[in-house]
């Protein structure tokens, strides 16, 4: 009788632990956020400043909202190259120097096969919406990302 005591709490506490790693996996943290303005659009970004915070981005997100997406800063302008790997949603890929953009791209969920995409050219900043988002926005190259 103990036993299965024993096990019914551990499996508990496992399924909890789970639950909570997921949850917070996914949502954002709120000193991490900031407003980016692109023309007339207005986005709740979440910031990727850190080597670990560019690596992990957006993998194992299902969803994103509409108007969010996530910034990533990089401390020097240098040609970047994202990959999908665990992306379960697909993005478009704005990539931008100076605040500026020079660039967008397609990332495609990795449902779809292994891709890599590279900038343009050398940027600091990197941001990934929902796919299609940019050209709903009407964004292009040479507007200017303000934060």
């Keep these: 009788m103990k036993y299965k005591v024993r096990i019914t709490i551990v499996c508990t506490i496992v399924i909890a632990g789970i639950f909570f790693w997921q949850n917070n996996a996914q949502a954002p ?3 991490n956020l900031a407003t980016l ?8 970004v979440e910031l ?8 992990s981005g957006l993998m194992y997100r299902e969803t994103l909202a509409e ?5 990533f800063l990089f401390p020097e302008s240098r040609k970047q190259i994202f990959w999908n790997k665990n992306t379960l949603m697909s993005l478009d890929v704005i990539w931008a120097r100076n605040k500026k953009i020079i660039g967008i791209s397609k ?6 096969g292994f891709q890599t995409i590279a900038s343009p050219e050398p940027v600091d900043s990197v941001l990934e919406v929902n796919l299609g988002w940019a050209e709903r926005h009407g964004i292009k190259i040479g507007d200017a990302l303000e934060w």
């Design 29 to 31: 943290r709120s000193d």
């Design 37 to 44: 303005k692109i023309g007339a659009s207005l986005l709740t």
């Design 48 to 55: 990727a400043r850190t080597p670990d915070e560019h690596a």
């Design 67 to 71: 108007d969010s997406g996530m910034l």
């Design 107 to 112: 990332l495609q969920t990795m449902a779809n």
